[in-house]
């Protein structure tokens, strides 16, 4: 194998609809070396038509079509920055691997939908695209979700310690890498998608910086309780989640009893409730973990990561995926490009042990150039 035989590119958009992470990456069986990271942000107009697409409307079909190709024009894009950072040609990369855009997930349904066109994105960057990695684990009785775990072994576990890794996009997911080898994980619930919801409601920006408006405020009495007897939190894994149970209207509903209350104390009970959420998911799969790795948008909440730390009473540190040596922006990516190494070696991505899903499946479908 030579060395351009093990470059991928991944890209990754998520729940938080904030814009595409994109890294061009050196991978091998035992390694994964970063060679030049990009962020594209979305235009308001996409992140809102997305956001639309999240729940029924009016001529979807058509709106989605083209959604999917705006898409693949800013993960295009992506690449192009990816390529001219690294000096690297379309033709030295392997394979990109590219995650879509979640607008449906109901496993419970057998079905998951990430809107993308990688036969586009595949034309527009010369480069082969393996896409829509979530649906095979799901036609194996999986949740197709989460897939990172199977990354986060590989790259961040350690024989003989218990880490938990978290990932806190839109929404929250804990991988806990046993020292045993064993791994365990599983959507714990709403990361960033209900804080940014309210923020943006209220002061009109896109999400929380640093948690500083959240730590103006209070905890609620009442409405962290409130929040928590959502039937999901109780749930044992695997299990999974998304926008289609955690959006606006949920947090409508759960507030209409707390209409008075300070719009800044909401913003700290809906961190707290992150916070509270993943520290018992980890209490519950993880209590032997020592080390807790945060990555994705939340890690740079520093009132959540406080929280966090609270509701964890002692039980392990919390950490950056920094300290491990791949920012936490640039996780999932990584994730994508991995999976997509691992389509090309036709070799398993999914763990059924995260998943649900009935054994090995080879995931994603290749679209070449």
């Known amino acids: 194998m030579t060395f351009t035989d093990s470059l991928f590119i991944g890209l990754m958009s998520g729940t938080s609809l904030d814009g595409v992470d994109g890294v061009l990456a050196h991978i091998t069986p035992s390694a994964s070396t970063n060679l030049a990271t990009a962020h594209i942000p979305f235009p308001a107009a996409l992140r809102t038509e997305l956001m639309a697409l999240q729940m029924a409307g009016p001529n979807e079909i058509e709106r989605e079509a083209l959604a999917a190709n705006q898409l693949a024009a800013h993960y295009a894009q992506c690449v192009g920055q990816l390529l001219a950072q690294s000096a690297w040609t379309a033709h030295a990369i392997c394979a990109i691997g590219v995650h879509g855009q979640t607008i449906r997930h109901r496993p419970e349904l057998g079905f998951t939908r990430q809107t993308n066109n990688?036969?586009?994105?595949?034309?527009?960057?010369?480069i082969d695209v393996i896409a829509d990695f979530r649906?095979?684990?799901i036609a194996a009785g999986g949740q197709g979700a989460p897939l990172v775990p199977a990354f986060h072994r590989a790259r961040f576990g350690q024989p003989?310690?218990?880490?938990?890794?978290?990932n806190i996009g839109g929404i929250g997911n804990i991988t806990v890498l046993h020292g045993d080898g064993g791994?365990?994980?599983?959507?714990?619930?709403?990361?960033?998608?209900?804080?940014?919801?309210?923020?943006?409601?209220?002061?009109?920006?896109?999400?929380?910086?640093?948690?500083?408006?959240?730590?103006?405020?209070s905890e609620i009495s009442g409405l962290l309780e409130a929040l928590l007897e959502e039937p999901?939190?109780?749930?044992?894994?695997?299990?999974?989640?998304?926008?289609?149970?955690?959006h606006a209207d949920w947090l409508h509903t759960k507030l209409a009893p707390f209409a008075d209350a300070a719009a800044a104390d909401v913003q700290f009970t809906l961190t707290k409730l992150t916070a509270v959420t993943i520290?018992?998911?980890?209490?519950?799969?993880?209590?032997?973990?020592?080390a807790v790795y945060v990555c994705g948008g939340g890690a740079s909440n520093a009132t959540l990561l406080?929280?966090?730390?609270?509701?964890?009473?002692?039980?392990?540190t919390v950490q950056s995926t920094a300290v491990l040596g791949v920012a936490p922006n640039l996780v999932e990516a990584l994730a994508f490009a991995w999976l997509a190494s691992r389509f090309?070696?036709?070799?398993?991505?999914?763990?059924?042990?995260v998943t649900g899903a009935h054994g090995d499946r080879i995931l994603g479908a290749l679209y070449p150039h």
């Open 344 to 353: 090309v070696q036709r070799a398993a991505g999914n763990l059924p042990s």
């Open 160 to 166: 003989g310690q218990t880490r938990v890794v978290v």
């Open 279 to 290: 520290a018992r998911a980890i209490q519950r799969y993880g209590p032997k973990a020592d």
């Open 232 to 246: 999901y939190f109780a749930r044992p894994a695997p299990k999974s989640t998304g926008r289609d149970l955690f």
């Open 135 to 137: 649906s095979r684990d």
């Open 306 to 316: 406080r929280e966090m730390a609270a509701a964890l009473n002692g039980q392990a």
């Open 118 to 126: 990688p036969a586009l994105l595949a034309e527009l960057s010369g």
């Open 183 to 217: 791994v365990s994980g599983f959507d714990t619930g709403p990361g960033n998608v209900l804080m940014d919801a309210w923020i943006g409601r209220n002061l009109g920006q896109p999400y929380d910086a640093g948690g500083a408006w959240a730590a103006t405020g």
